[in-house]
């Protein structure tokens, strides 16, 4: 039987001061799934943490009625919930996406000479963290904690792309797709062309849909749990992202993936960050 980690919470209470034995266990058990691990199984938590397995199912069960865990039935073993995930990690998270972003979205104005942002999610929106302005005339303004409807972005399509069409379809029903432009795609079904067009190549656009004349693309910044957590776009006069679209997507690409790879979310040998909206 393994040793008995140590609670979260054991360092920092007082010498003397009586620990809670039920609170001590859920925190080891919590403590032991955010420590990494695909998977671990009741026997292995019970064992790892020197419990009785009657303990461990209990504490697990309780978990995953609130959506801490998942199951899965054919290996036998629980996982950290997305939910938790957000819970635990999406503020510290995002602020070192947005510190180490920077760099990727000078580098992007700088060779394209187009605006560059990076959005987050909040809501139905998609939202302005950063941005760097591009160097050449009429360039597109931004400004920080702007929102936008994610039907009409390329950065809110990456994130409606995660969903399958079914999910995508119950989201949008309580939504009223606004027609911001003349441009902006406020049909269910060919929205959901659009977005199996965005799973296929791993990539988004949107053109001329948030504001007339400017069209721009979006590439995905990877989270830690493999999942899209923020996007890279670069926007600019609809002429000329058209003159140089492949170069745009390619320098894009390359930078969403770089950004992923600095804040340690994928392998640098992993073949396609992108292969995760599927």
């Known amino acids: 039987m393994g040793t008995r980690s140590s609670s979260s919470t054991s360092a920092s209470r007082a010498p003397g001061e009586p620990e809670n034995r039920s609170a001590a266990r859920v925190l080891d058990v919590l403590d032991f799934f955010l420590g990494g691990g695909s998977g671990h199984t009741l026997t292995g938590v019970s064992e790892h943490l020197g419990i ?33 995930v957000g819970r635990t990690t999406a503020a510290p998270v995002m602020e070192l996406v947005r510190l180490r972003a920077h760099r990727h979205l000078e580098q992007l104005a700088s060779t394209l000479g187009e605006t560059a942002k990076l959005v987050g999610y909040e809501g139905a929106h998609s939202v302005a963290i950063d941005f760097v302005e591009g160097s050449r005339p009429l360039k ?19 994130y409606l792309a995660r969903y399958s069409d079914d999910e995508v379809r119950e989201m949008l029903s309580d939504l009223d797709l606004e027609r911001v432009t003349a441009k902006t795609i406020i049909d269910v079904e060919a929205l959901l062309a659009e977005l199996a067009e965005v799973r ?77 909206l599927g």
């Open 52 to 84: 009785p397995k009657s303990t461990a199912h209990g504490i697990l069960h309780a978990m995953r009625r609130r959506a801490y865990l998942t199951w899965d039935p054919s290996s036998k073993t629980y996982a950290i919930s997305l939910q938790l």
């Open 140 to 158: 597109y303004a931004v400004t920080l904690g702007q929102r936008w409807p994610l039907h009409a972005t390329g950065g809110g399509k990456l």
């Open 200 to 276: 296929r190549v791993g990539w988004a656009r949107q053109r001329e849909e948030i504001v007339d004349d400017i069209s721009g693309f979006a590439a995905p910044v990877i989270g830690s749990d493999g999942r899209l957590l923020a996007a890279l776009v670069v926007t600019g006069p609809t002429s000329r992202v058209d003159e140089q679209h492949p170069r745009i997507v390619t320098e894009l690409v390359r930078q969403a993936r770089a950004l992923s790879e600095d804040i340690g979310a994928i392998d640098p040998l992993t073949p396609r960050a992108a292969a995760t």
